[in-house]
């Protein structure tokens, strides 16, 4: 059997106020104290109290509701400290804490920032809009509970002004997601020329992405077969797009257009809600209220949540299913051995690389640092509650639906699929809802 759990879990603890009552018991020696002393010894254990809770590291657990009593005083421990580390120290931060388990309080402070900051409504006066597709977070990545993937129905189009002339970081350069909201006043509009329509997105599942953030870019590179999208004929050959600005290569969006959790969320406030933040050519838009939007403070904190949320999956065990997922050649592309310091990285069923799934999968006037036909492999963690539509577009009604939609360097495996009996087909479809 596989270990595909992370290490990551919530230890519940006793909050200071329980445990100061669990200290201060009752006794009937308690009666001939006099006010002043009772008074004394119940700072005492109250400074007690504190400092075994900050030496244990007592987890949070807040409701789905919102935060739980001592929520307020862990969150206002430490707020700016983050945001004096530098981009990479704070990638390699993550990844120490999630090799060892152990997280500090101030960076359970800043998680459960973000929890909250997933959950809030944000309104016109925190810089909503003008266009906007949701008004949280947690509106579009709910299922199963959030951080998961968006509704069934829910999608964002995608525009695309064509070939890049140059190497610029920003999403902006490739792509615009188009508003499906606009606030009164301003009217509806789509993103101007020559921007086009090239197709659409399913919300993803952000569910466990710190243990993707932080997979060494070494690892990532030694399975490239290809140092370019132009692979062979028939053979799957998968490539990493290059490092850029030394935060290691990309990793998130389908189109491998970011690093790390910190741009994919800055994307994700100014195209999905309309909100600014200090990244470059995401920091101004025309409403009324003053740039940027949404602190450096605040987008650590989300980059938090999501990285320290529990990774969807479960136990798989060695069995027919996986044998035949091997067989048709599944596992050359959603397949990763990674790990971290030492820690085995949760398998998320996924190389990481690009590969050319052919031309039922091409996005028209998308040549950009990924060709239209290529994308990055999707990750299969979370399949057990997911129930549709699949693909990267939503284009797969069934999970049978998606494996026959493969192409390009996948075609062998998709032809290895169908020479299988019915009987196994189900048997490795049904193996795949076990993800």
Known sequence: MMRLRSRYQRDVGLSSDELIDSLMLRSPSEAWMSRARAKILWLALLGVALLTTLWAGAQLVIDEAGDDGGAAAFAALGAELLTSQGFTERVEMRAKALASGVHSTQLKASIARGRALFYQVRTVEQGLGPGYN???????????NPPGRGPAGRFARVFSAGPRQTYSPSPTAEARVAQSRWLAGHASRLPPAPF???????????????????????????????????????????????????????RFGAKMVTATLEEFITGALYFEHGQTTRAPMMNRDDDDVADPEVSEQDVIDLANY????????GDVFEGKGLKLFRQVGCADCHWGDFEIDGTEVPQFWSDLLVHNL??????????????????????????????????????????????????????????????????????????????
């Open 196 to 250: 086009r329509e090239i197709g659409r997105r399913r919300p993803p599942d952000l569910r466990g992405l710190g243990w993707i953030e932080v997979v060494p870019v070494e690892q990532i590179q030694r399975q490239t077969k290809c140092d370019s999208p132009k692979a062979p004929p028939g053979q799957v050959c998968g490539w990493a797009p290059p490092k850029e600005r030394g935060a290691g290569s990309l």
């Open 306 to 313: 999501v990285a320290f949320s529990p990774p969807p999956g």
């Open 134 to 144: 949701g008004v949280s977070c947690a509106e579009c990545h709910a299922r199963p």
């Open 358 to 435: 052919g031309e039922h999968h091409a996005e028209l006037d998308y040549e950009e640092r990924t060709p239209g036909t290529h994308w990055r492999t999707l990750p299969l963690w979370g399949l057990r509650d997911h129930q549709g539509p699949y693909l990267t577009n939503g284009s797969a009604k069934t999970l049978a639906d998606a494996v026959m939609r493969h192409g390009g360097e996948a075609l062998q495996s998709r032809k290895r699929y169908q020479e299988l009996d019915e009987g196994e087909q189900n048997e490795l479809v049904t193996f795949l809802k076990t993800l």
